[in-house]
């Protein structure tokens, strides 16, 4: 007998009313359809859904919406859209019995990928190799306590630490003076560590900066054209 794979949770803020067989088919096509999208098991992502509200939508050809609220492992979450059809475009109630009925959930085009990504449980994943112009790798939860590893493609020297150093502490001072005019998104704390197995290791406490923090310090590297760099991976401290 296969082990049984593992479903997002499903909960509301309401007194439930859906049909056993809507939630069912919801929940189980929901983490079929996201894996697809995320390329790996959605509950390596997301804990679960959360209904706020019994607020369905119907298009005229059938189509049914809801808004939920995708909900991580932090117990943060994003508010996100779903939609159900059928083959013959009936319209299709939460409260109605669709054991018998051809009904299909998906995620809608809101859904937003890369930042679910980002939260992944697995011990690496690999992220944003388009955005930048090296590769760029991120392990495990992402939050606040953050070391920004940076190996180098070209022969090693002596002045490519203090280049790493100072390209990031510019940055830094950079956010936090733009932040300071915002009063928000500060980046607490920066500490160059050490260089090890030819990679120049720098701890941030992000503090309120976010994933936005983490995209601006590495951008200022790539922006950096005495860096030759071949990857940046950002791990949790």
Request: charged share 30%; aromatic share 12%.
């Amino acid at each position: 007998m296969g082990r049984k794979k593992k479903e997002l949770q499903l909960d509301f803020t309401f007194v439930d009313d859906f049909h056993p067989s809507f939630k069912s088919k919801l929940i189980t096509q929901l983490t079929e359809s996201g894996t697809k999208l995320l390329g790996e098991s959605i509950t390596n992502c997301l804990w679960g859904i959360l209904i706020d509200e019994n607020s369905a939508k119907f298009a005229k050809e059938g189509h049914g919406y809801t808004k939920v609220s995708a909900v991580d492992w932090r117990s943060f979450s994003r508010e996100v859209t779903v939609k159900w059809c059928t083959s013959d475009q009936k319209i299709i109630r939460p409260v109605d019995n669709v054991e018998d009925i051809d009904i299909t959930f998906s995620w809608c085009e809101d859904f937003p990928i890369k930042s679910i990504k980002m939260q992944s449980k697995k011990k690496t994943i690999v992220v944003d190799s388009e955005m930048f112009p090296f590769e760029v790798e991120y392990s495990g939860y992402i939050e606040s306590d953050i070391c920004l590893e940076v190996s180098l493609n070209s022969t090693e020297c002596d002045d490519d630490k203090q280049l790493i150093v100072d390209t990031l502490k510019r940055a830094y001072d950079s956010w936090n003076l733009e932040s300071e005019k915002s009063g928000d998104k500060y980046i607490n704390y920066m500490r160059y560590i050490k260089k090890y197995r030819k990679k120049y290791i720098t701890y941030f406490d992000l503090g309120s900066s976010g994933i936005e923090g983490i995209h601006f310090l590495i951008q200022s590297l790539a922006n950096n054209k005495d860096l030759d760099i071949g990857k940046v991976f950002v791990k949790q401290s």
